[in-house]
Structure formats: structure tokens, C-alpha cells
């Protein structure tokens, strides 16, 4: 196996400073209220050099750094960030586990057998990436799931980390404990006590020793030498479908967009209808010239295959963000979601 875990730098600090180029090159924190109980979700490089990370309370993050801007976390914006950025690298590597809204496993080996190629495979997804949102990622690429984890964090932010096969044990073999997915606090406690410092010295427990009894014992210490059997965890159930057009030139005209939109959902209509399904949620997307994303969505009390339906809804959400935010635009689309089969269809839909 060649997988390849991606995460991506700051991501919520990222976004914001996408969202505000004014922030860029401030010390920005995303959270709660320096002045109350809230905590750090993310902290953009420049905090980070003050001591500033995640989990940490916000007034300690203010202690540590009183310039810091403080921002709430916006997760609406952030999921439609992580959505766009999925969907991007879906086009490359199709076989992909997503940890997370920030983070995933891909299957480098399904598309480049051999490692030299899976590096170029990996600069490939980071240029794409980069590219077309203008956010910056960090991967690790190795033969295990918990090895190119590990390694996807050595060279933040924008690095690449290649371990090859035969050399994961002597690449976790300096790191300290903490590095290693699954080693906690109370673990960590408990082999330090024992005087075990690095993911080498885990690595050097024998099998009868009382630190690697049990099952989490004896995984860990597989971990720790670079032993990990998990396979990507890959949903093979498809839960929205989409089209979406990039212009070459920024369109500005409303009737020109929503032909587009009435385009897309004929295209939608049809594909629901082939594999008799139906949906309940239209969402509309827009990405405006500066490469800033908005989405605006509605759902249906029941669902339907009614192109001319979902041409008129995702047309109408165009409408609405538009109102909030001008055009020209760079690119639009339309998706549905809350899938189901047409058994669950119910008609009569004209009057939502």
C-alpha cells in the first residue's frame, strides 16, 4: 500500500485570511472571547511562533500575544472550503478517506504503483490544491496509514514527506513519544515513567514486557514500529451530486448564470432519475474572482427528480447570494443532496 495523508496548514486561519486579505501577516487566532472561557481552535503561523495552539485557552493566547487578532470560528464557511478542497483532490486521487473536515488518507497506489511516482502524485495534489483555492496543504506518504500521518506533520506548513519502504522504523525511531497517533497523556505518563522517551524506545519493548500486554499495548508498539494493517475507510455510498462551470471570463449577467444553473440541473434531473433517486437538498455555489466561495442551500419537505424543480430553486438561491454579494463570478454550480430512493418520493412539491 502507498497512501499519503494530506492536512491542511491553519485551515481555519487560512480561510479567514482568504476571506480577509487584511489579516495576512498578523498574528490571527480563530476562537473564543480572549476576555471570557473560550479556547483556541486554530492559530495562523505567525501566532504560533508567540507559543499560541490549538486547545489553549484564548485569554492565555491573548497573554502570550495581546496583538493577536481574535476572530469566531466560522464552521459554515469552513465546510464549504473543505468541500471544495475533497472534490479537488477527488479529481486526482479518486480513492480517498476524509478524517476530517481538514484532514484524509489518500490511495496513492491505486493511481502511482510505484513510489517515485507517488511523490510526483503528491506534489501534483498540493499544486492542484493550491492552485485553484489558494490554501496550502502538508503530506506524508509512506506504506501506512499511521507512518504517512506522522509524516505529514514534520515539514509544515506546505511540506512534503516521503518515507520509504523499509525505513519507517528508523524514521519514527527519534521522534518523541506524543508524535505517535494514539499515545495520550495518560501513556505517554506511563512509559515516560517507565523511561521511555522516543517512539524508538516503544519500538523496543519485547513482547513480554507488562508495557505492551494487551491488544492497545501491542498496537501501539506495532506503531511505533511503523506497523499498521488499517486500510482507507471509503463510503462507497454517493451522498450529493454535482456539476459546476468555471468561465474564462467572469460573468456578471444574471440570465447568462442562471442559464447555466438551468443547465446543470437538467443534467441532475437526469442522472436522479436513471438511477431512480430523488433529493431533498438544492444547494447553489458560487466562487467569486478573488477566489472566495459562497453556498446557499434549501430543502424540500419531500424529495424529487424534477429538473425544471431544481433549475428553479438553484436559481433562486443565486438570486439570494448575489443580493448579499454582487457578482461578476468566476465560477457557478448546483448540487443535491439527502438522497433517496423514489420509493420515498411524495409529489405535489409546487407550492414549497
Not at 495562523?44 to 487578532?69: K, T
Not at 484524509?104 to 499544486?127: K, S, T
Not at 501506512?144 to 525511531?173: C, I, Q, T
Amino acid at each position: 500500500m502507498i497512501v499519503a495523508h494530506l492536512d491542511l496548514d491553519a485551515f481555519f486561519a487560512a480561510v479567514e485570511e482568504l476571506e480577509s486579505p487584511e489579516l495576512r501577516g498578523a498574528p490571527l487566532v480563530v476562537g473564543g472571547d480572549p476576555r471570557g472561557r473560550g479556547v483556541v481552535s486554530t492559530a495562523n503561523y505567525v501566532a504560533r511562533r508567540f507559543g499560541i495552539h490549538s486547545a489553549m485557552s484564548c485569554a492565555e493566547a491573548f497573554r502570550r500575544c495581546p496583538q493577536a487578532v481574535f476572530v469566531r470560528p466560522r464552521m459554515s464557511l469552513y465546510r464549504d472550503y473543505s468541500r471544495e478542497v475533497w472534490s479537488i483532490v477527488r479529481d486526482v486521487v479518486p480513492t480517498v478517506e476524509q478524517a476530517g473536515i481538514d484532514e484524509g488518507y489518500l490511495d496513492l497506489g491505486e493511481v502511482a504503483p510505484a513510489f517515485d511516482d507517488a511523490r510526483a502524485l503528491a506534489e501534483a495534489v498540493q499544486a492542484v490544491v493550491r492552485a485553484r483555492t489558494r490554501l496550502t496543504c502538508s503530506l506524508g506518504v509512506a506504506t501506512s496509514k499511521v507512518v504517512a500521518k506522522v509524516a505529514s506533520d514534520r515539514r509544515k506548513p506546505g511540506g512534503l514527506v516521503v518515507v520509504r519502504p523499509g525505513s519507517e522504523a528508523a524514521f519514527l525511531a527519534p521522534l518523541p513519544l506524543r508524535v505517535l497517533p494514539g499515545v495520550g497523556p495518560r501513556a505517554e505518563e506511563r512509559l515516560r515513567g517507565a523511561g521511555i522517551e522516543t517512539v524508538g524506545g516503544l519500538a523496543a519493548l519485547p513482547d513480554g514486557d507488562p508495557l505492551v500486554a494487551g491488544k492497545v499495548g501491542r498496537m501501539l508498539r506495532d506503531r511505533a514500529r511503523g506497523i499498521d494493517p488499517r486500510e482507507l475507510e471509503v463510503s462507497t455510498e454517493r451522498i450529493s451530486i454535482s456539476h459546476e462551470e468555471t468561465f474564462e471570463r467572469d460573468v456578471g449577467d444574471p440570465e447568462r448564470l442562471h442559464d447555466e444553473l438551468r443547465l446543470m440541473a437538467g443534467r441532475l434531473g437526469e442522472h436522479l432519475r436513471t438511477r431512480g433517486q430523488t433529493a431533498r437538498t438544492v444547494t447553489t455555489k458560487l466562487r467569486y474572482p478573488d477566489f472566495s466561495i459562497r453556498t446557499r442551500s434549501t430543502s424540500l419537505p419531500a424529495g424529487t427528480d424534477d429538473a425544471e424543480r431544481i433549475g428553479e430553486l438553484a436559481c433562486s438561491l443565486l438570486d439570494r447570494a448575489l443580493r448579499d454579494r454582487p457578482g461578476p463570478l468566476r465560477l457557478v454550480g448546483v448540487g443535491v443532496s439527502g438522497l433517496a430512493g423514489r420509493a420515498q418520493r411524495q409529489l405535489s412539491l409546487r407550492g414549497f
